[in-house]
């Protein structure tokens, strides 16, 4: 992974703002589906490359398992996005991001919950792996 840290915040920074359009024409109220769907075309509009809902390979124990664990979106190979419309986010969101980081190996995720009135200050949450830190300024 050729990037570095200001890459990746500057390309969370534009997650954040196709989010905040999608959030601007939606509104909360509506199922995570829809908002996944939305910000992906959002994010595609936009030149983005965005892959939708692929398995997250797990290994238990030297043996691939298909669990059927899926994350939302994956932007330009580097930013996992897990999506919520719940009315209050629980530790367990972050837990499942950072889980899914893990597991693909990439360096940082957002969580966007559609269901708040101001996604900057109250719908948004940057979480990093070790694989971050590690990155060139």
Do not use: W
Not at 3 to 32: D, F, M, W
Not at 75 to 97: S, T
């Amino acid at each position: 992974m050729k990037t570095s840290k200001t890459e990746i915040n500057h390309l969370i920074y534009q997650i954040v703002g196709c989010a905040i359009e999608v959030h601007r024409h939606l509104g909360p109220g509506l199922l995570e589906k829809v908002y996944e769907k939305c910000l992906k075309h959002e994010l595609e509009s936009k030149g983005f490359k965005v892959m939708q809902q692929q398995l997250i390979p797990i290994e238990y124990k030297g043996v691939m398992i298909d669990a059927d664990l899926r994350y939302d979106l994956l932007v330009e190979d580097l930013v996992v996005v897990e999506i919520k419309a719940v009315e209050m986010m629980h530790p367990i969101f972050d837990a499942q991001l950072l889980t899914y980081l893990k597991l693909l190996e990439k360096p940082k995720g957002l969580l966007i919950n559609f269901n708040c009135t101001n996604l900057v200050k109250e719908g948004q949450k940057t979480m990093v792996t070790q694989l971050y830190t590690e990155l060139p300024e």
